[in-house]
């Protein structure tokens, strides 16, 4: 799809030089760039969901849990490695 935006000069400049840098298009650089800040802001929100789902719950372990893990690796399991 073919779009006009405005940018302001300074980043019109700096993007042309990157582009010119990195041999790409415009076009390529600032659809690259685009599709990055989208990827980034659905990642976010994804990240904003989990905290609201799993950020009132403790992640604490229970203390059956806790036992069970000092009795699975005791410390005598730890002098055989070397």
């Avoid at 989990?50 to 699975?72: C, D, I, N």
Wanted: include cysteine; proline fraction near 2%.
């Amino acid at each position: 799809m073919k779009i006009a935006i405005r940018v302001p000069d300074a980043l019109f400049r700096s993007a042309d030089a990157l582009a010119r840098t990195r041999g790409v298009t415009r076009r390529w650089l600032y659809a690259t760039a685009l599709a990055e800040y989208v990827a980034n802001c659905e990642a976010a929100h994804v990240t904003e969901r989990l905290k609201a789902v799993y950020g009132s719950e403790s992640s604490a372990r229970e203390a059956g849990m806790r036992r069970a893990q000092r009795r699975a690796i005791a410390p005598s399991d730890w002098s055989s490695i070397t």
